[in-house]
Every structure is written in C-alpha cells, then in structure tokens.
C-alpha cells in the first residue's frame, strides 16, 4: 500500500520507531509513572503525574493495538467476556478496584 506525501506508511512507521517509543510512552502513563513536561525547545521543565482516567484511556489504546479482536463488537452489539487486570503500585479506594470492564465501556463516549 502506498503511502501518502514523501514517505510511505511503512517508512513512517520505521521512522516514528526509531525516534519514539510511543508504546512505551502509553505503557508509563498507564502504570502510573511520572510523565516529562517539556518545553518548545525539548527541555525538560516539570513532570505530571497521570490520573486514574488518562491510566484508563492509555490501557484502552493499548489493548486496542494488541488486542485488535477485542476493539470490535459482536454483530448483536455486546462486547467478548474479557477479564483486564490493571497492576498498579498506587492503592486504589474501593470503588476503583471493583470496577469492571464494561462499566468502563458504558462511560465511554467515544
């Protein structure tokens, strides 16, 4: 398939690999890690630390990137029976760990 412009998809691809670990960025947010603030120049100048639900949104990227059979419905409209197990160092309040995947899907509006 042909890309678009100079470069094709998978020269684009290589590229953003090379220079960027966009998975392992999505990987550190979803545990939780402190995340660099930079400015224009590059320069690091202050960290945040992701909450519960950027955690959330990144686990679903990531799930829909390596997990492709899951990103889609059932022709019926229901989501496959999938159990998710989020490790976290950080302690969650009650209401947080008895949270299950398709309460998670219903909040979703996009």
Known sequence: MAGRGKHSVEETKKRIASQFDPIGFFGRIMRGEPVEIRSLDGEVIGYDKPDLPMRIACARELVKRSHPELAAAR????VPDVQVIFQTPV???PKAQALQLPEILEADDG
């Open 75 to 78: 022709e019926d409209g229901t």
């Open 91 to 93: 302690p969650l309040p």
